[in-house]
């Protein structure tokens, strides 16, 4: 029997569940009565169960035959064997169970979340997260997605309290002392969409998208903040039925905002489930990004109620199927409520993440088999969300958006309330385009990697196109083994742009070989490949066509494009197949460049340098970051001008931030220390896109009594975001006990379960605070593995990338390999990978850059 997989013999169709939470004592009872169909006789039935207590099982029928059973749990396997003695007849059973459990802290399953009341009273909710596979851990289930049913719930609930579920309240009752909350069916769907709360909630009046009321929740004393989080889940959710060409299958939407979180949020039918942060926001006082973030993610979980709810991945390998929809459909969205926000042209910064693991090694395909439940828990990382996503929009770029929305629309048509896979998908895109997808499309789905597009002139009229895998390392880093073919080539839509006597054309090439050739027209003056930026490959392009190119960056490259040349000369830089120092006389040639995308992947990269970096050769770094950045803050200054658009106020704030801290200026901090002073605590008077800028560089050059001072403000924040600002500025404090100090926080209790993970991998990122980072996480290793979510210890890890000297690396991978399984063996080798990039990118270019930047002191 398959360890992980259960048995096909008995299918549910139904399930009527009565729980029972206590918030005192963190407990809670349940009652389910499941309706099964038994396909096969047999003795016993096995459903997944964990950290449960079944206390009673029977089985009947219409017959009224009733079987008593006993409970078996399996805790390797997270199951529960039930024996009935003697052969179930095949045919409809009702299986009644009793069980009870633990209202958790580990931020899965049924579990526990606080907050603190007007009063500064602690109060509790309950709260549920059951992707990928904890449901087991609220009620025995059939906890895989194929096992599609329709849910029941009773909720029984002090009276004082409310209680929200999936679908609206259809009763409610009082029986003794208790309130009895009864909620509609579902839709059928997967137990991992389940979704209950209960505590002191309160609800924004519903706004009407056609027939769906949509609300959002939170404790009390936050309504304030729902607005913005409301107006987008309206908006996105007009756009989505609009696009997919379906109604929403729900009969309400709610969105619900839960102090402790352990992930962004959770596309629960009709009850999704968010950070704060996430969702509730001051409009007036939140920057450029952070309302970007709750456009995002309301806008993501909405696109699920379709792709994952209505149709969801047959098993957790095609989990993409979720989630890469769901990203590229949250852009989609997002782009067309704000078209100023130009979400397409800074989605280029997440495609460059993806890029950035994509080229290691280690690496895997977006989709490849899961077995056990620990392997699905590691799929929803930048692979599956960014690559995946980028894939798609290349797709349809290729196909053109009309005909990929008919495929789409086909798809959900097909395969509404079950299940599919990634052939369903290609079929369904392949009788909207009619062509055959696989063709095109397998190699990037099933295949790990990316292609490095290689461009070259021939003879002074051929431009030659070639490609082969792109890596990091030219050779797979100890105890890794490469996935995929290195010599298989991928089926690459490339759309490139060639410029002859000052007239653009554009041009389309599917390179499906190892090389190929083109024609160029007479008086050609440049080509660009990948027009647009929407390929998932990098481009490296001969000396000639390079020097061509350069000359059109002050004004014939739209900035998505200069954001790829500069992220793809970068990557060249980092795997050796460009000198260092070409890429800094390149940043040198970006003085005058304004667009946010571009300076994130300048600034990025200059923060690489900083961790590589000998102790003594930062302070030339810092000269080399205020002459690269000094003339664009000198011109964009402090105050934000009338005419500006958003992403330009944005930039304003991020490189007043780089000169500021990794630039170390003075003049900067000072600025930011007299516009600080002049806030009141609405911080009315600045422009919001500047307060995480100016806390971030007093923290930088803060001093013990500043840190106070921030860490009151943390306290006392009225704002989600206002909180994370001064939160994440604890971790820029360089002064060793102030190190300490937040780092002790992290593990006391102080500073939540869901945000101490991040705290830490930012001190192990930094270049002030990462040895005693390391040293702490040493120490306290199980602790942190006792206290944190499981996908947020893992996030932790991912800090580890920081450590970029030879002997920390030693040292990390002495103690993190024996850890590979708990952690999630691909998610590690890909950290440990990174950072063997980082040390051998150290090593090989060193003493060049030290002899670069000793012209800057």
Sequence with gaps: MDPFRLPRHVIPGRYDLRLEPDLTAFTFRGDATVTVTVREPGPEIVLNAVDLEIDSATLENDRGEVVRGTAVMEAATERCRLGFGAPIAPGAWRLRLAFRGTLNDKLRGFYRSSYKDASGTTRALAATQFEATDARRAFPCWDEPDFKAVFATT????????????????????????????????????????AFIVGDLEATEPVRVRRTPVRVWCVPGKRRLARFGQEVAAASLRFFEDYYGLPY????????AIPDF???????????????TALLVDERRASHVELERVADVVAHENAHMWFGDLVTMTWWNGIWLNEAFATFMEMLAVDAWKPEWRRWTTFGVSRAAALGVDGLWSTRPIEFPVRAPREADAMFDVLTYEKGASVLRMLEQHLGPEVFREGVRDYLRAHAYANAD????????GRAARQPIPDVMDGWIFQPGYPLVSARLENGRTLVLAQQRFTYLPAPPEGVTAAGEPGMPWQVPVQLRVRARGTPTTHRVLLAGAETRLGLPEGFESVLINEGGHGFYRVRYGGDLLARLLGELAGGLAPIERFNLVSDAWAAATAGLLALTDYLELTARLRGERDKNVWSILAGSLHVLNRILAIGDRPRLEALVRDRLGPAVTELGWAPRPEEDELTRQLRGDLLRALGTLGDDRATQAGAAALYATQDRDATGTDPNLLGPIIAILAHAGDTARYEAFLE???????????????????????????????????SGEIRTQDAPFVVRALLMSAHGRERAWSFVKTHWETMDGRYPKQGLRRMCEGVIGLATPE??????????????????????????????AVTFREREGAALAAYLARFG
Excluded: H
């Design 155 to 194: 909720l029984v609930i002090d009276p004082a309290l409310t209680a929200v579920s999936n679908t609206p309240v259809v009763t409610e009752r009082l029986e003794g002392g208790r309130k009895v909350v009864t909620f509609a069916d579902t839709i059928r769907m997967s137990t991992y969409l389940v």
């Design 249 to 256: 299958a729900g009969e309400k939407l709610d969105l619900l």
């Design 262 to 276: 352990a992930s962004g949020a959770m596309e629960n039918f009709g009850a999704i489930t968010c950070r704060e």
């Design 422 to 429: 990634t052939r369903d998908l290609w079929a369904a895109l």
């Design 713 to 747: 403000r943390f306290r006392t924040a009225e704002t989600p975001q206002e909180e994370q600002r001064y939160l994440y500025a604890l971790a820029g404090f360089r002064q060793a006990a102030l190190v300490e100090q937040t780092l002790g926080r992290t593990i």
């Design 808 to 837: 920390l690396e030693r040292d990390a991978r002495e103690f993190l390999v024996p850890r590979r399984a708990e952690l999630g063996e691909k998610t590690l080798d890909q950290y440990l990978e990174q950072l063997r990039v």
